[in-house]
């Protein structure tokens, strides 16, 4: 396995949606009353706009909610030894 020495390296807004990240760092800001919100064009379906709101929701439905833990799920898998080795450097 190649080496990356990079600290940070910027990925997109999609790649985080579809991690089930962002689904699951909003549903533990909805207890305080906070959301990441992506904006898309739904003709193009291009993200618009990101930024944090307030929101007056709590939680997910529970369709959302068993997507969010699938999507996650399969990150964890697909990044798991990468995930170790980084937290083991």
Request: aromatic share 12%.
């Amino acid at each position: 396995m190649k080496k990356d020495s990079t600290l940070v390296k910027e990925r997109t807004w999609q790649e985080f949606r579809d991690s089930g990240l962002l689904w699951f760092v909003n549903s533990i800001l909805h207890v305080f009353g906070w959301a990441i919100v992506i904006e898309i064009d739904e003709n193009t379906k291009d993200f618009v706009k990101v930024y944090p709101a307030r929101v007056k929701f709590r939680g997910f439905s529970e369709e959302s909610t068993t997507q969010g833990h699938k999507r996650l799920a399969k990150y964890i898998k697909e990044n798991a030894e990468i995930l170790e080795q980084e937290a083991n450097k």
